[in-house]
Each structure stands twice: as structure tokens, then as C-alpha cells.
């Protein structure tokens, strides 16, 4: 997000690169929630196996 949204766009203002790379804003912001998102399901499932783990074992780190 901070590529698509900061740097692109003041490297095209100041002229370090070229303006086509403007069209690259949204595909990486959606890059970047796509991974968000990776990263929230990795998230809940990490959070739902450790309980898991509790339900079975009193003590997760033995």
C-alpha cells in the first residue's frame, strides 16, 4: 500500500519515473489486500488451533 499510494506517485511527480507507472497503483493495492487478508485467515486459524490445543492440554508450551 505504501508503494501504491506514496512512493509511485511522488517518483512520477518528481520525474524518477515515468508516468505509465501510474497503472501499476492498482494492481498492487490489490496485491496488498490480498495478502491482508492471507494474513487474517492465517491469523484466526493460528488463534482456533491454539485452542484447540488448550481444550486437549492444560499447559500449551510444555
Request: proline share 5%.
Amino acid at each position: 500500500m505504501l508503494t501504491a499510494h506514496a512512493l509511485i506517485p511522488s517518483m512520477v511527480n518528481t520525474g524518477h519515473l515515468p508516468e505509465a507507472t501510474q497503472k501499476l497503483r492498482i494492481p498492487l493495492t490489490m496485491f496488498a489486500a490480498l495478502l491482508f487478508a492471507a494474513g487474517a485467515v492465517v491469523l484466526i486459524l493460528g488463534i482456533n488451533a491454539q485452542l484447540d490445543v488448550r481444550a486437549i492440554w492444560d499447559r500449551v508450551f510444555i
